[in-house]
C-alpha cells in the first residue's frame, strides 16, 4: 500500500521560510518522479515543483521559480520542498505526489501580510 504523508506546514508571516517533507512508503522511490503540488481556497490543484528520478532534473512553477527548491532523499524515501521568501498567495495545502499516480493527505501553509 503506498503511502505519502506531508509534513512541515504552518502559519507564517510573509517572507518567512518553511520546508515541506513528503515521506513515502509501499514503492520504489527510486524510480518514482516526485512532485509538489497545492490547492488553495477556490481554485484548482496547480503544479509547483517535480524532480526527475532518474537524473534529479527538477522543474519549477514559474509563480515559485527562484524562491522554491525541490529535492529528495533517496536513502529515506522523502523528498523535500524548500520555500523562501514566502507571500499571501502561497497559501494553499500543499501536496505530495509520486508518479502522476499516488496522492499525499496534503499539508496547510499559510502566509500572512
Known amino acids: 500500500q503506498v503511502q505519502l504523508v506531508e509534513s512541515g506546514g504552518g502559519s507564517v508571516q510573509a517572507g518567512a521560510t518553511l520546508r515541506l517533507s513528503c515521506a513515502a512508503s509501499?514503492?520504489?522511490?527510486?524510480?518514482?518522479?516526485m512532485g509538489w503540488y497545492r490547492q488553495a481556497p477556490g481554485k484548482e490543484r496547480e503544479f509547483v515543483a517535480r524532480?526527475?528520478?532518474?537524473?534529479?532534473?527538477?522543474y519549477y512553477a514559474d509563480s515559485v521559480k527562484g524562491r522554491f527548491t525541490i529535492s529528495r532523499d533517496n536513502a529515506k524515501n522523502t523528498v523535500y520542498l524548500q520555500m523562501n521568501s514566502l507571500k499571501p498567495e502561497d497559501t494553499a495545502i500543499y501536496y505530495c505526489?509520486?508518479?502522476?499516480?499516488?496522492w499525499g493527505q496534503g499539508t496547510q501553509v499559510t502566509v500572512s501580510s
Open positions: 505526489n509520486a508518479g502522476g499516480d499516488y
Open positions: 509501499g514503492l520504489s522511490f527510486s524510480r518514482y518522479t
Open positions: 524532480i526527475s528520478w532518474s537524473n534529479f532534473n527538477t
